[in-house]
């Protein structure tokens, strides 16, 4: 089946450094998800991409998705203690339509 | 706003017992999901379901059955409970444009503990 890997597991930075985590899928993609998930809380939705090297950028926060459609990436910009939290890739395609596979999250620790 | 609601926040039952996770969602979302959240594993999910009565198994669905028989709800059942499906249970659900899901939107979680 679909297998989406996401590295790496645990990312800390100093407040103001930058930060990206890595997403790869086994399969290629009809689209990518990225999510947050706060200490304590349940995954957010961030944005989602379609296009082949499509780029979108959030603020201080810049995804990619692959050409090939395989990979993805979220970086974040002069990291800010809000940005704590466990950051998701989502990965929807194959043959289910609408299934969505996670990856094992990055947990990114931002030191003040 | 959208909502998905989960019956419980806390759970704790016995090895064996028969254990029914419920999740309803409001917005006539097509497409539900049941995941697990184990620390350093992610969400693995268990069951995926994109209509009523159409589920189809996700990475994990060992130990595990699922009901739709209204779109609005999508139930998890541990048929026997053991120790090991002792973790975070996360319900989301999604809606389908005809080529693809949008965003997903999560419960706030059942913490199952099984002694």
């Known amino acids: 089946g679909q297998q989406v890997m996401q590295i790496p597991q645990y990312q800390h930075v100093q407040e103001g450094e930058d930060f990206t985590t890595y997403c790869n899928s086994s399969?290629?993609?009809?689209?990518i998800q990225w999510y947050k998930q706060r200490p304590g809380g349940h995954p957010v939705f961030l944005i989602q991409?379609?296009?082949?090297?499509e780029v979108k950028k959030q603020k201080r926060l810049t995804f990619q998705f692959g050409e090939a459609k395989k990979n993805s990436s979220l970086h974040i910009t002069a990291t800010q203690t809000t940005d704590v939290g466990t950051y998701f890739c989502?990965?929807?395609?194959?043959?289910?339509?609408?299934?969505?596979?996670f990856g094992q999250g990055t947990i990114l620790t931002v030191h003040p | 706003d959208v909502k998905v609601t989960q019956s419980s926040r806390y759970l704790v039952k016995r090895t064996g017992e028969k254990v029914f996770l419920e999740c309803v969602q409001d917005?006539?979302?097509?497409?539900m999901f049941w995941y697990r959240q184990d620390p350093g594993l992610g969400l693995r999910l268990i069951y995926f379901?994109?209509?009523?009565?159409?589920?189809e198994k996700g990475d994990i669905p060992e130990g595990y059955s699922v009901s739709r028989e209204k779109k609005e709800r999508f139930s998890l059942i541990l048929e026997s409970a053991s120790t090991n499906q002792t973790s975070m249970y996360l319900c989301?659900?999604?809606?389908?444009?005809?080529?693809?899901?949008?965003?997903?939107?999560f419960g706030q979680g059942t913490r199952l503990t099984v002694v």
């Open positions: 989301a659900s999604s809606s389908w444009t005809g080529w693809l899901g949008t965003e997903a939107f």
């Open positions: 399969t290629t993609l009809s689209n």
């Open positions: 991409l379609v296009k082949s090297g």
């Open positions: 989502a990965g929807e395609g194959g043959t289910s339509y609408g299934k969505l596979t």
């Open positions: 917005m006539d979302h097509e497409n």
């Open positions: 379901s994109y209509d009523v009565k159409m589920k």
